[in-house]
């Protein structure tokens, strides 16, 4: 069977899926699948969700959190309301040098997880579109690291590129744990993948 047609059936099957389940996404399959396996956003977390529209990770983040918990959702797009007061979402941009502190000032407390599938405009130059998405991944990294409770987690959205391992290795400096994740429904030819980074460290171990 060719394999271009397994990836559009796959493809499909996801919209499908979502439309049915009222997710805004099927996006939202990705996380919903790594979150089973290795279950890093648990009950009452505070979740803050970059590059969040149109709001699929929210909802998702939402049922694993529960109404004890809290889910921000930041994106340059604004995102549909919801009527959950323990769900907000902002408009902002991840390059703005503020925007931790913004971030912040919408918590209750710090975050126990961060999770980002912020994008940039695919423009179809492998180089550029790879170096854009490790260059909001690194701005992701940077949020988390101000954002974070000690022993937080980030689970963040990368393509595969020569830019790849420097990033990796950053991330590795200051968490305990870091993985590569390739959820079933993020497709098997394109090169997005996640990193999934548990337990950030305490802040004097990484500083330095
Ligand atoms: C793949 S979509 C996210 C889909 C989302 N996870 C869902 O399930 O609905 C990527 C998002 O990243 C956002 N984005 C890209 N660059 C950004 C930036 N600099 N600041 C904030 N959001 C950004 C885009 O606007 C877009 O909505």
Known sequence: MPKAW????KKEFYYRK???????????????QANQKYGFIKRNDVVVDL?????????????????????????????????????RTIVADLNDPDIAQ?????????????????????????EVDHARQIDLATKA?????QVLRPSGNFFVKVFEGDLLNDFLQAVKRHFESVKIVKPQASRAKSSEMYILALNLKPKKEHEE
Not at 53 to 71: S, Y
Not at 104 to 122: E, G, M, Q, T
Not at 141 to 145: F, P, V, Y
């Open 18 to 32: 979502a439309k049915a389940e009222n997710y805004r996404s099927r996006a939202t399959y990705k996380l919903v």
């Open 6 to 9: 397994i990836q559009d059936r």
């Open 51 to 87: 590059g969040a529209a149109p709001g699929g990770w929210i909802q998702a983040a939402r049922k694993m959190t529960g109404k004890q918990g809290f889910v921000l959702g930041v994106d340059l797009k604004p995102i549909e309301p919801f009527t959950q007061e323990y769900i």
């Open 102 to 126: 913004q971030i912040l000032s919408f918590l209750p407390r710090k975050a126990d997880v961060i999770i980002s599938d912020a994008a940039p405009n695919i423009t179809g130059v492998w």
């Open 141 to 145: 990294l940077e949020i988390s690291l």
